[in-house]
């Protein structure tokens, strides 16, 4: 695989992932890359104390089939099934799935200009952002697209990335840094995704996974939202939970996971996670379109909260 690598260089547009979606033409002289038949870049690999490494080029379809995977890491898995349709998760590759472009009607039209292509302001701001962002950064107001990047984030997941120069690895929430609203994720031009590191289950895991879509099928999420619970004798000693199309990029809930903590799985969710999750309501800066989103941000995460304390577990 590095050999085919060191092709790389500044500015190459490299197919090491793909959305599902027909691939974009390349920028006038760029190179083109076509790393779609490296092994290394494929299949779901089991590693030590339960971790797994998934290939950037492995299919979201492979990735919610995957029977070891669904055992270790459901949350993952589950999310990967309920995205988009069998057709697309057929083609569509973990990496694709990660790294896609916004879906902002803006951005994709040619009349106007935005900071995401380079220019100034965000069109939707004054115009159609009925799907936008319910926590407002100040810049682009279309949400991070990306499913599997809420459920890696739960994960706890890294994201390994690499170059003619090298590799690096960074943590799921630091590839979606919105770089002041103008980028989706914070890849050099001549980087690429080629796998994504997943630790190892808590040894108590039970889990839960919420899309809210206007319809059920072939749709994007208005608020997704994923929770994972380590639960031993009944009581939560650890929690993850994370939300994806609310803002810029996918969303750990800190205040919410610390407030699951000693919480009994038959009391079901107490007071002091109401309150945790009401703050996460006020503390929303919603569009003149998007206030709907608040309540529904607010159910999504009672319900998978609820889902992951009934879960029998594995």
């Not at 949350?75 to 902002?104: D, F, H, I, M, Y």
């Not at 890696?152 to 120069?165: D, K, M, P, R, S």
């Not at 031009?189 to 899309?211: K, W, Y």
């Amino acid at each position: 695989m590095d050999e085919a690598l060191a092709h790389l260089g500044t500015g190459a547009l490299a197919r090491a992932g793909h959305t599902g979606a027909a691939p974009p033409e390349p920028p006038a002289g760029a190179d083109v890359v076509d790393l779609t038949g490296v092994d290394g870049l494929h299949g779901v690999h089991p590693g030590p104390e339960g971790s797994v490494r998934v290939g950037a080029a492995t299919t979201v379809a492979e990735l919610a089939a995957d029977p070891g995977l669904a055992r270790s890491h459901p949350a993952l898995v589950r999310t990967a099934g309920a995205l988009a349709t069998p057709e697309v998760r057929a083609s569509a590759t973990v990496g694709g799935n990660l790294l896609q472009r916004n879906r902002c009607s803006y951005l994709r039209n040619p009349a106007f200009s935005c900071l995401q292509d380079g220019g100034h302001g965000c069109p939707a701001r004054g115009g159609d952002h009925a799907r936008g962002v319910v926590m407002d950064s100040g810049g682009c107001v279309e949400p991070h697209p990306s499913s599997l990047a809420v459920a890696l984030l739960a994960q706890e997941a890294q994201v390994e990335l690499a170059c003619a120069e090298g590799r690096r690895r960074v943590e799921a929430h630091e590839l979606f840094a919105p770089d002041g609203g103008a980028g989706d994720h914070v890849l050099a031009p001549s980087e690429l995704v080629v796998a994504v590191h997943l630790p190892g289950p808590f040894a108590g895991e039970r889990v839960g996974h919420l899309r809210a879509a206007s319809r059920s099928h072939a749709e994007w999420p208005l608020v997704e939202a994923v929770a994972r619970l380590d639960v031993a004798g009944g009581t939560v000693e650890r929690a993850r939970i994370a939300v994806g199309a609310v803002a810029r990029e996918p969303l750990r809930l800190p205040q919410v996971e610390k407030a699951l903590v000693g919480s009994r799985t038959e009391q079901g969710i107490g007071e002091g996670v109401e309150r945790a999750v009401a703050q996460v309501q006020q503390g929303c800066t919603p569009l003149p379109l998007t206030g709907y989103k608040v309540a529904l941000l607010g159910a999504a995460v009672r319900g998978v909260i609820e889902e992951a304390l009934a879960d029998p577990g594995r």
